[in-house]
């Protein structure tokens, strides 16, 4: 039976700094890697040290999930580790995005991510590990990021809830807190024919340290989530310690919003 691992949103980013780094963490019979750009998953076979598979799928396509599922039935593997980093968000007020785009953000962060973690779930044995990204956006409402905050809301919460559940079966969650990111993930957010919602940005990180932080965390310690950063840490205990109200309207004239 082949030891393997998973990784979504490996063709760039967070995901794909999982990738480059894993052998960092364990051995694998192969490597999974599954984004939209199938050019970019193979560029991976040459920085991986384990034999790469890419799965080139859109996973806010429902079809897709049919497609994992058939391939674990197919496969049989053992997944030692299953790394969830795909994601999208859309900077604006929801009732100027479509509702395509609505929907788009829950259908990719929340509705596929628990597909892929429910159907991973019969192939794990004790020592294996979910990795779950979600976002310092979890802690609180953000207005003009609205929806994009509520799915990584949803993420942090069934992450250490499922984590809870698992333990019992010595099965670890992890859910990843990142703060801004530099990332292609601001290509997709926003609108390159409009004013910026977000003018300023209190830190932003690198993607190789966020994954440096999420290895270290699952390696040392037992936590269910982690935050990395400082600035990213105190902004977390200032919207968990503040009334919400306050702190969307602190965020709307920090960012000159109405």
């Known amino acids: 039976m082949k030891k393997i691992a998973i990784i979504t949103g490996a063709s760039s980013g967070i995901g794909r700094k999982f990738a480059e780094t894993l052998s960092s963490h364990g051995k694998y019979d192969e490597v999974w890697v599954i984004a939209r750009n199938a050019q970019r998953l193979d560029e991976l076979k040459a920085v991986v040290p384990f034999p790469v598979r890419a799965v080139p799928m859109d996973l806010a ?11 674990l039935e197919s496969e049989k593997p053992e997944i030692s580790i299953l790394i969830n980093c795909s994601g999208y968000g859309k900077f604006d007020a929801v009732n100027n995005l479509t509702l395509e785009e609505n929907l788009g953000m829950i259908d990719l962060n929340c509705r596929a991510l628990t597909a892929l973690t429910c159907l991973s779930l019969p192939y794990m044995k004790q020592g294996s590990e979910i990795v779950q ?12 990021i609205n929806v994009y905050g509520a799915t990584k809301a949803f993420v942090l919460n069934f992450s250490r809830a499922l984590g809870s559940e698992l333990k019992k079966d010595g099965i670890r969650v992890l859910a990843v807190c990142p703060f801004w990111t530099k990332t292609a993930f601001f290509d997709r957010a926003i609108k390159a024919d409009q004013d910026a919602v977000v003018k300023k940005y209190v830190a932003m990180y690198d993607s190789a340290f966020i994954v440096k932080k999420a290895w270290r965390t699952l390696e040392k310690t037992k936590k269910d989530y982690v935050v990395p950063g ?14 919400h109200s306050f702190v969307m309207w602190f965020w709307k004239k920090q960012q000159k919003l109405k």
């Open 61 to 71: 396509d429902p079809r897709s999930v049919d497609e994992f599922k058939a391939l």
């Open 133 to 144: 990204i979600a976002s310092v956006a979890a802690f609180q409402p953000i207005p003009y």
């Open 230 to 243: 400082f600035k990213a840490k105190a902004q977390v205990l200032l919207v968990k310690i503040m009334p």
